[in-house]
């Protein structure tokens, strides 16, 4: 299976910001759909954003419109999530998975194959 490591999470002020990163492991990661999720205490897993294999397109759920931004780097087998503006209520386990690519599927759903372990984020007000 794919391996996923995510890295970046932190305790960070309201207002400030955060750069998430998720290494995978293989020679493949250009043929995956990546996504970050998020997970608080009591609460469900969310979706958050996703950008498709070809990185021509992405999706953001409407709580980080205009504040985070997902980008990937396929030399390095790594996707990153930019976080601006943080909220405490973004305070959550964050989360990176991936798919194989394949035609037509929408990027905005739980159901991705493979998931990292998590890094944490915790926004103070």
């Known amino acids: 299976q794919v391996q996923l490591v995510e890295s970046g999470g932190g305790l960070v002020q309201a207002g400030g910001s955060l750069r998430l990163s998720c290494a995978t492991s293989?020679?493949?990661?250009?043929?995956?759909?990546m996504g970050w999720f998020r997970q608080a205490p009591g609460k469900e897993r969310e979706f958050v954003t996703a950008?498709?294999?070809?990185?021509?397109?992405?999706y953001y759920a409407d709580f980080v419109k205009g504040r985070f931004t997902i980008s990937r780097d396929n030399a390095k087998n790594t996707v990153y999530l930019r976080m601006n503006s943080l909220k405490p209520e973004d305070t959550a386990l964050y989360y990176c998975?991936?798919?194989?690519?394949?035609?037509?599927?929408?990027?905005?759903?739980?159901?991705?194959?493979?998931w990292g372990q998590g890094t944490q984020v915790t926004v103070s007000s």
């Open positions: 950008v498709s294999w070809s990185g021509g397109s992405t």
């Open positions: 293989g020679r493949t990661f250009s043929s995956y759909d």
């Open positions: 998975a991936a798919r194989p690519r394949l035609m037509g599927r929408a990027l905005a759903t739980m159901e991705y194959d493979y």
